[in-house]
């Protein structure tokens, strides 16, 4: 039974590319979660300029829908931020169009909103066809001063008091404070088409003096990566992970933890040369050709970061996560 609650609705945004074959059960399932809220909502899908016959379907079957359009095939970060400018309510569900999120999701999320420093909230992700587990609690993790966000972890024996932080929320589900994503500007575009910028804004939030939290008992299930695998080749999709990577580490890493970077990079190429990973020597040149738009990435966070009332520092952020896992018993995944 969902708890009242006094939160004035949930505006969920969704980014749809080519997803036709997914839309109708991602749909479905969605609008079964949202009316057992018993609160107001609304569904906006910005589609980035699909090919397949997803605007023709979901103009027909579901009329009430915001449906966005986009120009030119803009990539993630653009084109969920046109429908996160027009959400109206008070939350904004991201959503992605390979997403299908179980009946109860939302109930075990307003708690969370309580709290007047939280950021946001996801869910569990499983399989689409079987329940194991593909995203936890995001476990921050370092290779000398290389951020990795590959790390999950869970409650060992997960309970609806967990409150477990995580280091990022995923951008396949994820429940925001549509002021606190205002604020922050949504997400920053430099990583446009995908990739990693999930990590960037919840680390923007986090280093705002917000907090991000994962919930065992939300649960969705989702189709991996069928959008981008389908578009673009394997080459290309690693070109632009390790260069979104680049941007992260150039943001968010302090000057001194900076120029350490840099000198881990230099094995890295020549590893990559020896190898024959010319994907990452790709990377590295569209890295330092847009070294500017980086910058004045850098430069919008240090200006938020001013107006804080309570701002951290990476390595603060880090410990804080750390030292809140170190009074649980958890599990990697």
């Known amino acids: 039974m969902m708890a009242e609650t006094k939160i004035n609705g949930i505006s969920v945004v969704i980014p749809s590319y080519n997803?036709?074959?997914?839309?109708?059960?991602?749909?479905?399932?969605?609008?079964?979660?949202l009316l057992a809220t018993k609160i107001p909502f609304e569904v906006i899908i910005c589609d980035d300029k699909s090919t397949d016959d997803s605007v023709?379907?979901?103009?027909?079957?579901?009329?009430?829908?915001?449906?966005?359009?986009?120009?030119?095939?803009?990539?993630?970060?653009?084109?969920?931020?046109?429908?996160?400018?027009?959400?109206?309510?008070?939350l904004v569900f991201l959503l992605n169009s390979d997403v299908k999120i179980f009946e109860n999701y939302f109930e075990s999320q307003f708690k969370y909103f309580e709290n007047d420093d939280t950021f946001g909230v996801?869910?569990?992700?499983?399989?689409?066809?079987?329940?194991?587990?593909?995203?936890?609690?995001?476990?921050?993790?370092?290779?000398?001063?290389?951020?990795?966000?590959?790390?999950?972890?869970?409650?060992?024996?997960?309970?609806?008091?967990?409150?477990?932080?995580?280091?990022?929320?995923?951008?396949?589900?994820?429940?925001?404070?549509?002021?606190?994503?205002?604020t922050l500007g949504g997400f920053d575009e430099l990583y446009a088409?995908?990739?990693?910028?999930?990590?960037?804004?919840?680390?923007?939030?986090?280093?705002?003096?917000?907090?991000?939290?994962?919930?065992?008992?939300?649960?969705?299930?989702?189709?991996?990566?069928?959008?981008?695998?389908?578009?673009?080749?394997?080459?290309?999709?690693?070109?632009?992970?390790?260069?979104n990577k680049m941007y992260l580490h150039f943001i968010h890493l302090n000057t001194i933890e900076l120029s350490l970077w840099f000198l881990q990079l230099i094995p890295e190429l020549i590893f990559s040369l020896l190898t024959g990973k010319f994907y990452f020597i790709k990377s590295l040149r569209l890295f330092f050709s847009s070294i500017k738009k980086a910058n004045q990435s850098k430069i919008r966070l240090y200006a938020n970061l001013k107006e804080s009332k309570n701002p951290r520092t990476l390595k603060e952020v880090t410990n804080l996560i750390l030292n809140s896992i170190k009074q649980k018993t958890i599990k990697k995944i």
């Open 19 to 33: 997803g036709r074959n997914l839309l109708g059960e991602v749909l479905d399932a969605l609008y079964k979660a």
């Open 193 to 243: 088409p995908f990739y990693v910028e999930d990590y960037d804004l919840s680390l923007r939030a986090w280093r705002a003096g917000w907090k991000c939290y994962y919930e065992h008992f939300s649960i969705c299930r989702h189709q991996v990566s069928v959008t981008i695998k389908s578009k673009n080749s394997k080459n290309f999709i690693k070109t632009i992970y390790y260069r």
């Open 122 to 182: 996801m869910g569990r992700i499983l399989n689409w066809d079987d329940d194991s587990i593909q995203d936890g609690a995001k476990f921050p993790t370092f290779h000398g001063v290389k951020i990795k966000t590959t790390g999950n972890y869970i409650a060992e024996n997960p309970n609806p008091n967990d409150w477990l932080y995580s280091m990022y929320l995923s951008g396949a589900n994820a429940l925001v404070d549509r002021n606190k994503l205002i």
């Open 56 to 90: 023709a379907f979901i103009t027909e079957n579901y009329p009430q829908i915001k449906l966005i359009l986009n120009d030119v095939n803009a990539g993630f970060s653009p084109t969920i931020n046109k429908g996160i400018r027009q959400a109206q309510y008070q």
